[in-house]
């Protein structure tokens, strides 16, 4: 049972490059979710998708972009990396269709910007 | 502006005891309530939900309150077991066609043997 897989695990940026973050579900979930956790704070949502070919934007998301072409992949790209992107990144998905609250998360990934 | 609040960042049990975890929000359109329960390293994983239709909801050990006149909830563990301490998340949903769950800041649960 693998769930929501999310690489890597842990990445160091320089200041200016650019990364995509995998993330993929094995659950056939029609909704997926990006968010991101600063140091005491909660689940920022980043950006969202509904279904494949359709992605919507969260509270934050300024610096990132995403696609959704299959219904298991969900990558996360960041241009130009900045040190207030330094954060731990969390993949989610949910079923949807009155379920679509209740998320499954992968173990996320740790990113630090300096 | 923080519409989904844990004023609590930790709270310390003893093993056996009752542990409660508060939440508090201020959105009147949030219509559903989620607890998500997260261990170090590892991503939250849902724990327990209600709905604005309903005052309580129980499954096992654990169980949720909702006062919408107070715009408040709560998380009851009894009885509280070791394998309990994590941090615990609440998030709320206006639900309906938006997706978009707020989650407040978390509190630290440990429960000392």
């Known amino acids: 049972n693998a769930g929501v897989t999310q690489t890597p695990k842990f990445r160091i940026l320089k200041i200016g490059q650019s990364m995509t973050l995998q993330c993929t579900q094995d659950m056939n979930h029609n909704y997926m979710y990006w968010y991101r956790q600063d140091p005491g704070m909660g689940l920022k949502l980043i950006y969202y998708?509904?279904?494949?070919?359709?992605?919507d934007k969260g509270e934050v998301p300024n610096g990132y972009n995403v696609s959704r072409s299959t219904t298991e992949d969900f990558p996360l790209r960041l241009e130009l990396a900045a040190p207030s992107q330094t954060s731990v990144y969390f993949c989610?998905?949910?079923?949807?269709?009155?379920?679509?609250?209740?998320?499954?998360f992968g173990s996320g990934t740790q990113l630090s910007v300096l | 502006d923080q519409q989904v609040k844990q004023n609590s960042p930790s709270l310390s049990v003893q093993e056996g005891r009752i542990s409660i975890l508060n939440c508090d929000y201020t959105n009147s359109m949030f219509d559903y309530f989620l607890w998500y329960k997260k261990y170090p390293a590892e991503g939250p994983t849902f724990l327990i939900s209600?709905?604005?239709?309903?005052d309580k909801n129980e499954d096992g050990r654990f169980t949720v309150f909702l006062n919408k006149s107070a715009k408040h909830l709560s998380l009851h563990i009894v009885p509280s077991q070791p394998g309990d301490s994590a941090v615990y998340f609440c998030?709320?949903?206006?639900?309906?066609?938006?997706?978009?769950?707020?989650f407040g800041t978390g509190t630290l649960l440990a429960v000392q043997p």
């Open positions: 209600i709905s604005s239709i309903k």
């Open positions: 998708s509904v279904g494949a070919g359709i992605t």
């Open positions: 998030a709320a949903s206006e639900g309906g066609a938006t997706n978009k769950l707020i």
């Open positions: 989610a998905s949910s079923y949807g269709w009155g379920e679509k609250e209740k998320l499954f």
